[in-house]
């Protein structure tokens, strides 16, 4: 192997072997996925998200949430995803249509989120969790975001978005001042929004488990 | 040097060491200096950033309030700025550095115009400080392997293309008849990173696809980052230091031959197997499992090369710090490789997949045999372009063993309790937050790792900043090894 030619023919066609496979080949057989019509909803699934959520979706991101969050169900025997509840059914390609950027992850140091919207619909549970995971799951590895929320003082009413702090919490953190509260930013509300839009609430033909046709007699 | 004369002797066994060919090689090496010496402090500098990172990102995993109420250095920023600065600002750098120091001995020629690969050199670490501070500050893609934020990658393209059409001249302009497998992977290597690279960056950030095609070609890329890039550039420098050192041959050309381009064929669809049980086509899946369990084949071909290439000469690992740097790296690349094969097995995908046994997985790749083979190549280039030993053998020593333990440690800890966290993940009837305290005594071990990693840093970067400073010597001087070889008398100073 002396020719430098030769080489780089081979070099080239080995990746470009690849590149047309995995990239090009996918690209082609489902790149332009369309939704799906529920003649019984009388709508398509799946739905684009409001405009709130899809800001969440970028503080999402920018916190870099999908490094211990996977945002994808596998079938159900292969995993305890459907039996830890985190979603009725297996994740399919057509779910992530309208998602400018897809967060499937590759690790879960926490739960998948792919239905955290359908699991956990309090938007007070999140603003708590998110604050101070502790609050809510003693013993989590989870990271805190106490900069996603306000200490201040109530200017008017207060908040419908104040956090309800357990009272000895708020003591031991010196968050108990009269006349204070603690609110999201709106970053947090954006975030949460985003949270409780992800449920993949809706059937799709191909989502639905795979039974091997019955090989012994005719009965159908 | 006493053995440079065995580059041509392991080419050609026929070749007399002579003394021309060592002022020839001394002045190729002298060609390359300012470059190798600009890209290996860049990268040294990169490895210190990243260390520190690595440290606050491992002691959150198990502290969380650890520097809770800095939103900067968040576990998912934190984590995500270690990552780019190990692999684009320390890796990359020094890959560079070898990549360019090997091609132009092996093709024996002067590097022309080194002052292009300053330039290069500036583009590029300018390129990666302004992506570490832009995920710091929260612009991540959260794209995996490719979050450095849009605004700062056409700085890495400019100058990976200098880098890449300079290497591309250095080939043509080769003087050496006999085209050597470590030119075959830095070719192979430097043409592929730019296509992976810009075919990411279209299809995932200025043009994205729809929906989970995306993370095809996120695993495409992520995976021959690995497998097209960093491998090559490891097996390369192995496959040039590991005979070298030894002064013979290395083991078999033809096996060399076939490892190569079976690496070519299957590693580059290997990506898929990331996937497994996500929503893509099953058979891009199927392809990919396929093609992981192919790798066997150049792994093992490679593996007989090195090490019995190595076999019948272990004593020279205790004289040479290239040496056993190298073959430690070697031998992690061949378990390492075999243990992601069967990771791409569904059955063992089930469990792993998810878990701390991948993070295990990827750091024996990326440090037990990457770095490992860096580290080794560094210890035998800088002598030779600076004209100076290595200031101090008890550092040199320092450095392996608290790299060696400290990643032996880490992966071998990780991937136990990772497997445990993915046994256990599936087993819905665990709590999840039993499944997370069960992970805790495993990341702790893994933080005490990150320590002694960090202190073989120190002594590295502690080693190099003595020689830089250091004044050259007058005369010949002896190569700085662990000790000295009893056949191997050394002159006097």
Redesign the interface.
């Given at each position: 192997?002396?020719?430098?030619p030769l080489?780089?023919l081979?070099?080239?066609f080995?990746?470009a072997?690849?590149?047309a496979?995995?990239?090009l080949t996918?690209?082609i057989?489902?790149?332009?996925?369309t939704p799906f019509y529920d003649e019984a909803e009388g709508q398509l699934f799946p739905q684009k998200p409001s405009g709130l959520a899809a800001r969440g979706r970028l503080v999402?991101?920018?916190?870099?949430?999908?490094?211990?969050h996977?945002q994808?169900v596998?079938?159900p025997g292969?995993?305890?995803d459907t039996?830890?509840?985190w979603g009725d059914r297996?994740?399919?390609?057509?779910?992530?249509?309208y998602?400018?950027?897809?967060?499937?992850?590759?690790?879960?140091?926490?739960?998948d989120l792919r239905n955290i919207g359908a699991r956990q619909a309090s938007a007070d549970w999140h603003y708590l969790h998110l604050f101070d995971?502790q609050l809510t799951?003693?013993?989590?590895?989870?990271?805190?975001?106490?900069?996603l929320f306000d200490y201040r003082r109530v200017v008017g009413e207060r908040s419908a978005h104040a956090l309800p702090l357990p009272a000895d919490y708020a003591r031991e953190h010196g968050l108990d001042r009269p006349g204070f509260e603690l609110v999201p930013t709106p970053r947090a509300v954006a975030l949460v929004a985003y949270l409780l839009s992800l449920k993949d609430t809706f059937q799709f033909p191909e989502a639905r488990p795979y039974v091997p046709p019955q090989k012994t007699g005719g009965a159908r | 040097m006493a053995s440079d004369s065995s580059l041509a002797a392991s080419l050609s066994p026929n070749t007399p060491p002579d003394v021309a060919t060592r002022a020839e090689l001394s002045a190729i090496d002298a060609s390359t200096r300012w470059p190798v010496i600009v890209f290996l402090v860049s990268s040294l500098i990169w490895l210190l950033v990243g260390t520190a990172l690595a440290l606050v990102a491992s002691v959150k995993m198990h502290t969380p309030g650890f520097l809770g109420g800095y939103e900067w250095l968040t576990f998912g920023r934190a984590r995500t700025a270690h990552l780019n600065s190990v692999v684009y600002g320390w890796s990359v750098n020094a890959a560079f550095a070898v990549a360019f120091w090997l091609m132009a001995r092996l093709s024996r020629t002067r590097l022309r115009h080194p002052g292009l690969l300053l330039i290069a050199g500036g583009f590029w670490n300018l390129g990666v400080t302004i992506g570490i501070v832009g995920i710091l500050a929260g612009d991540s893609t959260s794209i995996e392997w490719l979050e450095i934020p849009p605004y700062a990658t056409p700085l890495l393209f400019v100058a990976y293309a200098l880098v890449g059409i300079w290497a591309i001249i250095t080939f043509r302009f080769r003087r050496a008849e006999h085209v050597y497998v470590s030119q075959w992977y830095l070719l192979a290597a430097l043409f592929w990173f730019p296509w992976l690279y810009s075919i990411a960056q279209i299809m995932l950030v200025f043009a994205p696809a729809r929906g989970t095609v995306q993370a095809l070609v996120n695993w495409w890329f992520a995976h021959n980052v690995l497998g097209l890039w960093f491998t090559p550039i490891g097996l390369a420098a192995a496959y040039y230091f590991i005979p070298k050192v030894l002064g013979k041959p290395i083991h078999s050309y033809y096996l060399s031959v076939l490892g190569f381009w079976s690496l070519a064929i299957f590693y580059n669809w290997a990506g898929v197997h990331h996937l497994i049980g996500g929503p893509v086509p099953a058979w891009a899946i199927s392809a990919g499992i396929a093609a992981s369990l192919m790798m066997v084949i150049p792994v093992v071909v490679t593996a007989i090369n090195h090490h019995l290439t190595t076999a019948g000469s272990f004593g020279a690992l205790r004289y040479s710090p290239t040496l056993r740097f190298v073959v430690f790296g070697a031998v992690n690349y061949t378990m390492v490789s075999l243990v992601g094969s069967a990771m791409a097995i569904r059955a063992v995908n089930e469990i792993t997949h998810f878990t701390h046994f991948t993070v295990a997985h990827a750091h024996q790749g990326m440090y037990a045999f990457f770095t490992m083979v860096m580290f080794g190549s560094i210890y035998y280039i800088l002598p030779r372009v600076l004209l100076k030993e290595w200031p101090s053998a008890a550092l040199i020593r320092l450095h392996f063993w608290a790299a060696a333990i400290g990643i032996t440690v880490y992966w071998v800890d990780l991937s136990i309790g990772g497997w445990i966290q993915g046994v256990e993940m599936n087993n819905a009837g665990i709590p999840f937050l039993d499944v997370v305290r069960h992970t805790l005594p495993y990341l702790w071990v893994r933080s005490l790792s990150g320590v002694l990693l960090t202190v073989g840093h120190v002594a590295f970067a502690a080693n190099v900043a003595w020689m830089l400073a250091a004044p050259r010597p007058a005369g010949a001087t002896a190569p700085t090894l662990f000790r000295t070889p009893p056949a191997l008398p050394v002159a006097a100073k």
């Open positions: 192997m002396n020719r430098g080489i780089f081979g070099i080239f080995a990746l072997f690849s590149w496979g995995i990239v996918n690209q057989q489902y790149g332009s996925l999402y991101q920018d916190l870099g949430c999908l490094y211990c996977s994808q596998r079938r292969f995993g305890g039996e830890r509840g297996q994740s399919v390609a057509r779910d992530y249509i998602e400018p950027r897809v967060f499937l992850g590759t690790m879960r140091t926490g739960p995971p799951s003693p013993g989590s590895v989870m990271a805190p975001f106490p900069f | -």
